[in-house]
């Protein structure tokens, strides 16, 4: 039998899909298991977008161009213009979600051995990214204690050698629902313009920001416009997961050329998602005030919680559906299997994923849980009780 | 500014591309172009697809399992019933178009460096996708005297050494039309049991055989089981391109999952697609009938009109829905480009591909074109009237 890539090996398996088993069996006896392990959103897709796709009248679905469909393009810059994002439709390239806009992104500016700076904890899939790429993450740990602030300059400093060729940062952050202001986004803008770099901006939770503050593109910074590269996606914005549709924007036109003979190989984009995602584009404001003012609410439920339970902590995230908590417990892995397996409260028990996950060293996030807020409130605070009773029963709790 | 990648640099423009703005001038011209020149077919989509699409109910279109809906996937196995292709709903991973599926088998198979064996000519973005992986295409080359037939087994061993991995075959071939017969796929068998390779069979136009043939899938092969994957496409099959929906399908567990770590960390393949393509497995046996006829007869009017032209030649091909001719010319980018910007009969002209684009030698191909035949009959008998006209007139004829 042949053998596998080492690439292929390397690939990481996410811990939270070794625990979908577990959940199965739970359900099977009969549980009821809150799922706030995933950034699959709850809220209904705009009947605007549903309409358009519903509404296609072409008789032959063909490709489409491989930057995306122009229309789409155009209609995105009118998105983006109300967040003062000044971009031309050539300036843009349709992925198939964030996900494909981010190995172009890192294809184009990545070769194999080469590094990428990320503040960990973080996604665990951009690991699997550069893996694919041959690039190679080397993460600047942020800490909860400082509510996951970016780390001082010194770190990231440190960080850099000759095979440095980008930084990748989320904003506001999966996992930790961090918000990073002006004033750390120009630190960010120093460091790239020092060492040349580029500087990868995943900003797809745009939209999700609490606490009346207001979210910093990286698109704004002046004097490394060369250096940026936009990641998008209508996933959460439009709670349209299944539409496969994001993209690329960036000012550097190697780079679109580059990223568009990746593109190119791969024919186009999903033609549907496309069309719902145009559609989209005009969804009325007010489902936005009450999505967040929902994603606020929430937020807070889970927020007061954790900090009421003995031995518990979580930072006030300012954005995002995330929150990283510190819970008193020997290992988060064993925790959340063991929630699934041997706990339930009243037939209800929660699945949350460990956020061993998104570090890169197996040492971290072994008291820590990234906890999604994607259930309404009422299901929230049952999930948030069954969390805390969880805690008081659980054999490996360090309290 | 930072570097672009030395993958970026290397990714292939496809020499069709290059010709797109002339077709734009031509047009604007006020002239008739017959677009010959790419595979996108203007039969119509199957109603019973778009009206799955236009009937999907669900409220929030969320991701989809990482390897494909598993009702889509368990009404493939039906499908590949129908071919005596045994498979489980766990054998497939589905990917956007077979473009990602095949990126998931590269990446599975082989690290940067490994080797890759592709009869020449190939599909242009079989080097694209090799790039994108680091991997190396080592072409072996079958000429148009042959009819494009499979090269000797000792070409083969030539071309294999300790960085071999795989062995990638079109079946039907795009872009020479090529079917491959049961003897030469067991030729296929020998060596990658020989050398523990990898067989990729790309079989996208497994329906587009002409004159009574039987495709013969590489899935039927005894002995190498675990060394097949089937990588194939709805995009052709029901003239669905902007679904993207492939799929990779194989019996070896290794590499499924390998090849479904890959798929997880881009989450899921669109949603959309996915249910028309579901939906399109009912499609009437009829439509395909038609389809079929109406290939068989366009394949008919291209082979007659090419063979009649003084110093053009074209094989009689079997499959798919290209055939690669050979033109009295001196070079067939050249020949392309004047077909658009200096050459009108009737105020009309024809797009084809320069087949230098299917080769990786920069020498080869030079008299040669891939002609697809996605127009009515009508329509291509006045696209070879033109190319008839044209070769009598173009300055660097070779005749």
């Not at 806009?101 to 990428?116: H, V």
């Not at 050329?257 to 190119?264: G, I």
């Not at 998602?273 to 404001?285: C, L, N, S, W």
Request: hydrophobic share 35%; with cysteine; glycine share 6%.
């Amino acid at each position: 039998m042949p053998k596998i890539s080492k690439k292929g090996m390397q690939m990481p398996e996410s811990p939270i899909r070794k625990l979908v088993p577990y959940a199965d069996k739970a359900k099977k006896a009969g549980r009821k298991v809150y799922h706030l392990n995933i950034g699959q959103p709850d809220i209904e897709t705009p009947e605007i977008a549903l309409n358009a796709i519903r509404n296609f009248s072409q008789k032959v679905v063909e490709y489409s161009h491989s930057a995306g469909i122009y229309s789409y393009r155009q209609k995105l810059t009118e998105y983006y213009k109300r967040y003062d994002i000044d971009i031309t439709p050539e300036e843009i390239v349709v992925g198939a979600g964030a996900s494909e806009a981010l190995l172009f992104a890192i294809n184009t500016c990545l070769d194999p051995g080469d590094e990428l700076i990320i503040g960990e904890p973080f996604y665990a899939n951009y690991n699997g990214f550069a893996i694919n790429a041959g690039a190679v993450v080397k993460p600047i740990i942020s800490t909860i204690d400082s509510g996951f602030a970016l780390p001082p300059i010194s770190e990231f400093e440190k960080a850099i050698n000759e095979r440095t060729r980008a930084i990748l940062v989320c904003n506001p952050n999966n996992p930790t629902g961090y918000l990073y202001s002006k004033e750390e986004l120009e630190i960010l803008r120093d460091i790239v313009k020092k060492y040349d770099l580029y500087l990868i901006t995943d900003e797809v939770y745009r939209e999700f920001v609490y606490d009346g503050l207001q979210h910093y593109s990286a698109m704004y910074l002046k004097g490394i416009e060369e250096n940026v590269i936009l990641i998008d996606s209508v996933s959460k914005r439009y709670s349209a997961c299944g539409f496969r549709v994001g993209c690329l924007i960036t000012r550097n036109k190697e780079v679109l050329k580059t990223a568009l003979k990746f593109a190119q190989a791969r024919l186009s984009p999903p033609t549907f998602g496309q069309v719902g995602a145009e559609a989209a584009i005009d969804t009325p404001k007010e489902y936005f005030v009450r999505v967040l003012e929902e994603y606020h609410a929430r937020r807070d439920v889970v927020m007061e919680s954790i900090n009421s339970m003995p031995g518990a902590f979580c930072p006030k995230p300012k954005g995002a559906f995330y929150v990283v908590a510190r819970l008193p417990i020997d290992d988060s892995d064993r925790f959340c299997k063991w929630l699934l397996e041997d706990f339930h409260y009243n037939n209800e028990t929660v699945m949350l994923a460990p956020a061993t996950g998104f570090y890169s060293h197996p040492s971290k996030g072994k008291d820590e849980v990234r906890i999604s807020y994607v259930l309404k409130v009422e299901e929230l605070k049952k999930a948030m009780k069954c969390l805390e009773e969880a805690l008081k029963v659980y054999p490996g709790q360090t309290n």
